[in-house]
Protein backbone atom coordinates (compact mmCIF):
# COMPACT_ATOMS: atom_id res chain seq x y z
CA UNK A 1 0.00 0.00 0.00
CA UNK A 2 1.38 3.29 -0.93
CA UNK A 3 1.86 6.44 1.43
CA UNK A 4 1.92 10.08 -0.05
CA UNK A 5 2.94 13.30 1.51
CA UNK A 6 1.05 16.82 1.82
CA UNK A 7 1.59 19.73 2.72
CA UNK A 8 -1.11 21.58 4.65
CA UNK A 9 -1.49 24.53 7.00
CA UNK A 10 2.44 24.38 7.06
CA UNK A 11 2.30 20.84 8.44
CA UNK A 12 3.89 17.81 6.85
CA UNK A 13 0.61 15.26 6.35
CA UNK A 14 2.02 11.90 5.67
CA UNK A 15 -0.99 9.79 4.03
CA UNK A 16 -0.91 5.93 4.14
CA UNK A 17 -2.59 2.81 2.64
CA UNK A 18 -4.64 5.34 0.35
CA UNK A 19 -5.48 2.84 -1.86
CA UNK A 20 -7.14 0.73 0.35
CA UNK A 21 -10.91 0.70 -0.07
CA UNK A 22 -13.35 2.12 3.60
CA UNK A 23 -16.45 1.38 1.72
CA UNK A 24 -15.73 -1.87 -0.55
CA UNK A 25 -19.00 -2.01 -2.32
CA UNK A 26 -18.83 1.90 -3.85
CA UNK A 27 -14.98 1.50 -4.40
CA UNK A 28 -14.44 4.58 -2.03
CA UNK A 29 -11.20 4.42 -0.80
CA UNK A 30 -9.14 6.06 1.99
CA UNK A 31 -7.10 8.32 -0.62
CA UNK A 32 -11.02 9.21 -1.86
CA UNK A 33 -12.25 9.62 1.71
CA UNK A 34 -9.01 12.51 2.17
CA UNK A 35 -10.11 13.94 -1.24
CA UNK A 36 -14.06 14.34 0.49
CA UNK A 37 -12.71 16.04 3.27
CA UNK A 38 -10.45 18.69 1.66
CA UNK A 39 -13.21 19.40 -0.53
CA UNK A 40 -15.85 20.19 1.61
CA UNK A 41 -13.14 21.29 4.53
CA UNK A 42 -14.64 25.31 3.83
CA UNK A 43 -17.74 24.35 4.78
CA UNK A 44 -17.67 21.66 7.18
CA UNK A 45 -14.94 23.57 9.58
CA UNK A 46 -17.07 26.18 10.66
CA UNK A 47 -19.53 23.78 12.19
CA UNK A 48 -16.77 21.52 13.82
CA UNK A 49 -14.86 24.53 15.02
CA UNK A 50 -14.55 25.24 18.97
CA UNK A 51 -16.64 21.68 19.55
CA UNK A 52 -15.27 18.40 20.87
CA UNK A 53 -15.04 15.89 18.54
CA UNK A 54 -16.44 12.51 18.94
CA UNK A 55 -14.67 10.04 15.68
CA UNK A 56 -16.04 7.19 14.10
CA UNK A 57 -13.18 5.19 12.75
CA UNK A 58 -12.93 2.19 10.52
CA UNK A 59 -9.52 0.48 9.97
CA UNK A 60 -10.98 -2.19 8.71
CA UNK A 61 -12.90 -0.39 6.37
CA UNK A 62 -17.09 0.15 6.90
CA UNK A 63 -17.84 -3.69 6.95
CA UNK A 64 -15.32 -4.65 9.83
CA UNK A 65 -15.91 -3.16 13.32
CA UNK A 66 -15.04 0.36 13.68
CA UNK A 67 -14.93 2.07 17.04
CA UNK A 68 -16.21 5.59 18.58
CA UNK A 69 -13.34 7.32 19.87
CA UNK A 70 -13.44 10.36 22.42
CA UNK A 71 -10.19 10.35 23.91
CA UNK A 72 -7.51 11.98 21.96
CA UNK A 73 -4.84 9.28 20.99
CA UNK A 74 -1.21 9.70 22.94
CA UNK A 75 0.01 9.55 18.94
CA UNK A 76 -1.95 12.23 17.85
CA UNK A 77 1.22 15.16 16.54
CA UNK A 78 0.63 18.02 19.30
CA UNK A 79 -0.12 20.28 16.91
CA UNK A 80 -3.71 18.77 16.96
CA UNK A 81 -6.02 21.31 19.29
CA UNK A 82 -7.38 19.21 22.46
CA UNK A 83 -9.51 20.20 25.47
CA UNK A 84 -10.07 18.62 28.60
CA UNK A 85 -13.63 17.95 28.86
CA UNK A 86 -15.49 16.23 32.23
CA UNK A 87 -16.61 13.64 31.93
CA UNK A 88 -18.63 10.98 34.11
CA UNK A 89 -15.47 9.04 33.94
CA UNK A 90 -13.26 11.83 35.34
CA UNK A 91 -12.11 13.96 32.68
CA UNK A 92 -11.44 13.24 29.03
CA UNK A 93 -9.00 15.44 26.16
CA UNK A 94 -11.17 15.53 23.21
CA UNK A 95 -9.81 16.43 19.97
CA UNK A 96 -11.42 20.28 18.88
CA UNK A 97 -10.95 20.26 14.65
CA UNK A 98 -9.97 23.90 13.74
CA UNK A 99 -8.11 23.22 10.48
CA UNK A 100 -7.45 21.73 7.37
CA UNK A 101 -4.46 19.85 8.39
CA UNK A 102 -6.82 18.77 11.54
CA UNK A 103 -9.34 17.03 9.46
CA UNK A 104 -7.01 15.35 7.06
CA UNK A 105 -5.14 13.98 9.26
CA UNK A 106 -8.40 12.38 11.00
CA UNK A 107 -9.56 10.91 8.13
CA UNK A 108 -5.96 9.93 7.46
CA UNK A 109 -6.65 7.75 10.95
CA UNK A 110 -9.83 6.10 8.89
CA UNK A 111 -12.20 8.78 10.60
CA UNK A 112 -15.35 8.19 8.42
CA UNK A 113 -17.67 10.14 10.74
CA UNK A 114 -17.57 13.31 12.70
CA UNK A 115 -19.87 13.84 15.24
CA UNK A 116 -19.60 17.54 17.82
CA UNK A 117 -21.15 18.45 20.28
CA UNK A 118 -24.57 20.92 20.47
CA UNK A 119 -21.98 23.11 22.73
CA UNK A 120 -18.43 24.52 22.06
CA UNK A 121 -15.88 24.28 24.81
CA UNK A 122 -15.67 27.89 26.11
CA UNK A 123 -19.44 27.48 27.89
CA UNK A 124 -19.81 23.43 27.50
CA UNK A 125 -23.65 23.75 29.97
CA UNK A 126 -24.72 25.69 27.60
CA UNK A 127 -25.93 24.19 24.22
CA UNK A 128 -25.88 27.13 21.05
CA UNK A 129 -27.53 24.49 19.04
CA UNK A 130 -31.03 22.69 19.99
CA UNK A 131 -31.79 19.15 17.56
CA UNK A 132 -34.51 17.01 17.05
CA UNK A 133 -33.66 13.57 15.50
CA UNK A 134 -36.43 12.19 13.08
CA UNK A 135 -35.75 8.31 13.33
CA UNK A 136 -37.98 6.52 10.82
CA UNK A 137 -38.79 2.61 11.44
CA UNK A 138 -37.81 1.07 7.99
CA UNK A 139 -40.35 1.28 5.07
CA UNK A 140 -41.21 5.05 6.50
CA UNK A 141 -42.17 6.69 2.98
CA UNK A 142 -40.02 9.55 2.43
CA UNK A 143 -42.93 11.61 1.92
CA UNK A 144 -43.87 11.04 6.11
CA UNK A 145 -40.32 12.42 6.62
CA UNK A 146 -40.67 15.47 5.05
CA UNK A 147 -44.10 16.20 6.39
CA UNK A 148 -42.80 15.60 10.08
CA UNK A 149 -39.72 18.15 9.36
CA UNK A 150 -42.09 20.60 8.30
CA UNK A 151 -44.21 20.17 11.23
CA UNK A 152 -41.33 20.97 13.51
CA UNK A 153 -40.04 24.07 11.23
CA UNK A 154 -43.60 25.21 11.94
CA UNK A 155 -43.80 25.07 15.63
CA UNK A 156 -39.93 26.24 16.09
CA UNK A 157 -40.96 28.93 14.11
CA UNK A 158 -44.11 29.91 15.72
CA UNK A 159 -42.29 29.85 19.51
CA UNK A 160 -39.27 31.96 18.03
CA UNK A 161 -36.71 29.82 17.46
CA UNK A 162 -35.19 29.95 13.27
CA UNK A 163 -35.62 25.72 11.93
CA UNK A 164 -32.74 24.66 9.95
CA UNK A 165 -32.56 21.18 8.62
CA UNK A 166 -29.65 18.75 7.65
CA UNK A 167 -30.11 15.07 5.93
CA UNK A 168 -28.32 12.62 8.37
CA UNK A 169 -26.62 10.87 5.91
CA UNK A 170 -28.52 7.79 7.76
CA UNK A 171 -32.31 6.90 8.15
CA UNK A 172 -33.78 10.43 9.16
CA UNK A 173 -33.35 14.18 9.23
CA UNK A 174 -32.68 16.31 11.76
CA UNK A 175 -34.68 19.99 12.72
CA UNK A 176 -31.96 22.11 14.55
CA UNK A 177 -32.16 25.55 15.88
CA UNK A 178 -29.44 27.82 16.98
CA UNK A 179 -29.83 29.07 20.60
CA UNK A 180 -27.85 31.98 22.30
CA UNK A 181 -26.41 29.95 25.79
CA UNK A 182 -28.34 31.79 27.84
CA UNK A 183 -30.26 28.52 28.81
CA UNK A 184 -28.34 25.79 30.31
CA UNK A 185 -28.68 21.93 28.87
CA UNK A 186 -31.47 20.59 31.67
CA UNK A 187 -33.79 23.17 30.51
CA UNK A 188 -32.57 23.45 26.82
CA UNK A 189 -33.79 18.93 27.15
CA UNK A 190 -36.82 19.61 28.74
CA UNK A 191 -37.66 22.36 26.17
CA UNK A 192 -36.69 19.95 23.35
CA UNK A 193 -38.93 17.57 24.49
CA UNK A 194 -41.70 19.68 24.98
CA UNK A 195 -41.49 20.64 21.59
CA UNK A 196 -41.34 16.62 20.76
CA UNK A 197 -44.01 16.20 22.53
CA UNK A 198 -46.55 18.98 21.17
CA UNK A 199 -45.62 17.50 17.64
CA UNK A 200 -46.36 13.65 18.86
CA UNK A 201 -49.91 14.61 20.48
CA UNK A 202 -50.90 16.17 17.06
CA UNK A 203 -50.11 13.29 14.74
CA UNK A 204 -50.06 10.21 17.49
CA UNK A 205 -50.73 7.49 14.75
CA UNK A 206 -47.51 8.36 12.88
CA UNK A 207 -45.70 10.13 15.62
CA UNK A 208 -43.91 9.10 18.82
CA UNK A 209 -41.39 10.33 21.51
CA UNK A 210 -41.58 6.43 23.18
CA UNK A 211 -37.74 5.63 24.56
CA UNK A 212 -38.69 2.15 24.44
CA UNK A 213 -38.65 0.70 20.91
CA UNK A 214 -40.86 -1.93 21.57
CA UNK A 215 -43.41 0.88 22.13
CA UNK A 216 -42.55 2.96 18.69
CA UNK A 217 -44.58 0.35 16.81
CA UNK A 218 -44.09 1.96 12.78
CA UNK A 219 -44.18 5.52 14.20
CA UNK A 220 -41.33 8.05 13.76
CA UNK A 221 -39.39 8.55 16.95
CA UNK A 222 -38.68 12.29 17.89
CA UNK A 223 -35.33 12.08 19.00
CA UNK A 224 -34.51 14.78 21.86
CA UNK A 225 -31.69 12.61 23.66
CA UNK A 226 -29.08 14.44 21.65
CA UNK A 227 -29.92 17.88 23.90
CA UNK A 228 -27.65 16.80 26.98
CA UNK A 229 -24.09 17.36 27.64
CA UNK A 230 -21.27 15.48 26.18
CA UNK A 231 -23.95 14.08 23.84
CA UNK A 232 -23.50 14.97 20.25
CA UNK A 233 -24.96 14.66 16.65
CA UNK A 234 -23.47 14.04 13.04
CA UNK A 235 -21.51 17.05 11.90
CA UNK A 236 -22.56 18.38 8.36
CA UNK A 237 -20.78 17.19 5.28
CA UNK A 238 -19.53 14.29 7.51
CA UNK A 239 -19.58 10.90 5.61
CA UNK A 240 -21.54 8.20 7.06
CA UNK A 241 -19.95 4.87 7.63
CA UNK A 242 -22.99 3.26 5.28
CA UNK A 243 -23.12 1.57 1.68
CA UNK A 244 -23.21 4.49 -1.19
CA UNK A 245 -20.74 6.67 1.25
CA UNK A 246 -23.72 9.03 2.03
CA UNK A 247 -22.35 12.76 3.16
CA UNK A 248 -24.80 14.59 6.20
CA UNK A 249 -26.12 17.15 4.09
CA UNK A 250 -27.68 20.61 5.35
CA UNK A 251 -30.54 21.58 3.25
CA UNK A 252 -32.64 25.04 1.92
CA UNK A 253 -36.27 24.26 3.88
CA UNK A 254 -37.18 24.73 -0.57
CA UNK A 255 -35.07 21.47 -1.06
CA UNK A 256 -36.53 18.85 0.99
CA UNK A 257 -39.48 18.52 -1.51
CA UNK A 258 -36.88 16.59 -3.43
CA UNK A 259 -34.56 15.57 -0.76
CA UNK A 260 -33.74 12.33 0.76
CA UNK A 261 -31.82 10.88 4.63
CA UNK A 262 -29.16 9.58 2.55
CA UNK A 263 -29.75 11.65 -1.16
CA UNK A 264 -25.62 13.21 -1.08
CA UNK A 265 -22.57 11.37 -2.02
CA UNK A 266 -18.95 12.98 -2.43
CA UNK A 267 -19.25 13.33 -5.97
CA UNK A 268 -22.30 15.31 -6.00
CA UNK A 269 -21.62 17.15 -3.02
CA UNK A 270 -18.33 18.53 -4.51
CA UNK A 271 -21.09 19.76 -7.22
CA UNK A 272 -23.09 20.92 -5.20
CA UNK A 273 -20.82 23.18 -3.02
CA UNK A 274 -19.25 24.37 -6.45
CA UNK A 275 -22.87 26.26 -7.46
CA UNK A 276 -24.47 26.89 -3.67
CA UNK A 277 -23.18 28.14 -0.28
CA UNK A 278 -23.70 26.47 2.93
CA UNK A 279 -27.49 26.63 3.93
CA UNK A 280 -26.14 26.68 7.52
CA UNK A 281 -23.44 28.94 6.93
CA UNK A 282 -24.96 32.23 8.49
CA UNK A 283 -26.98 29.47 11.72
CA UNK A 284 -25.25 31.77 14.68
CA UNK A 285 -26.34 34.85 13.37
CA UNK A 286 -30.32 33.54 14.46
CA UNK A 287 -29.91 32.33 17.73
CA UNK A 288 -32.43 32.72 20.35
CA UNK A 289 -33.08 32.08 23.94
CA UNK A 290 -34.45 28.35 24.32
CA UNK A 291 -35.72 30.01 27.90
CA UNK A 292 -37.96 32.96 25.61
CA UNK A 293 -39.03 30.27 23.24
CA UNK A 294 -40.28 27.90 25.98
CA UNK A 295 -42.05 30.52 27.49
CA UNK A 296 -44.36 31.02 24.36
CA UNK A 297 -44.51 27.19 23.56
CA UNK A 298 -46.09 27.09 27.14
CA UNK A 299 -48.44 30.05 26.32
CA UNK A 300 -50.06 28.02 22.92
CA UNK A 301 -51.36 25.81 25.88
CA UNK A 302 -53.59 23.08 24.44
Known amino acids: MSTQTIQINGHDLKLSKVEKELFPEDHVSKGDMVGHY ?56 YVVC ?23 VDKPDHPDRLVIDLD ?42 PLDRSTDFDTVREFATELADRLAAADPDRLTTAQRKAQRGDRIFLDCNRNAYGQTFVC ?39 RKADPWADMDAHAASAAEARKRLLALGG
Open 236 to 274: PYSLRARPGAPVATPLDWNELGRATPNGQDPASMRRRLA
Open 98 to 120: EDEASLVYLANQAAVEFHVWLST
Open 38 to 93: RAVAAAMLPHLASRPLTLRRFPDGIGGSGFFQKHAADYFPDWLRTETMDAEEGTVD
Open 136 to 177: PPDGTPVAALRETARRARDLYAEVGLTPFVQATGGRGFHVAA
